[in-house]
């Protein structure tokens, strides 16, 4: 069993910035996609961004340019870095991670983010 621990929401402003971290409590280093999804009222959970042990990237859309997804497999933490935020990126974000030999997700938390002025 693999835990995730989002940190790092907020209350920010339209154009400010916030780092998302998820720290895992097993290794994360191998044969997986860690990913950020978000969920905003009313709203599916949708994709935000996805890198893979192989380092393969995908972001959605409507963040490209604005959003980074790295990963640092010795601390077995992902991070998303939010610049440029908007007001409809209001949602809680939660870290996944999926396995990819077995098929198995799992899931944070949950971290708030709030654009408002």
């Known amino acids: 069993q693999v835990q995730l621990v989002e940190s790092g929401g907020g209350l920010v402003q339209p154009g400010g910035s916030l780092r998302l971290s998820c720290a895992a409590s097993a290794s994360i280093f191998s044969h997986n996609a860690m990913g950020w999804y978000r969920q905003a009222p009313g709203k599916e959970r949708e994709l935000v961004a996805r890198?893979?042990?192989?380092?393969?990237?995908v972001y959605a859309d409507s963040v490209k340019g604005r959003f980074t997804v790295s990963r640092d497999n010795a601390k077995n933490t992902l991070y998303l870095q939010m610049n440029s935020l908007k007001p409809e990126d209001t949602a809680v974000y939660y870290c996944?991670?999926?396995?990819?030999?077995?098929?198995?997700?799992?899931w944070g938390q949950g971290t708030q983010v709030t654009v408002s002025s």
């Open positions: 890198i893979t042990s192989g380092l393969n990237i």
């Open positions: 996944n991670l999926h396995l990819i030999l077995v098929s198995v997700d799992y």
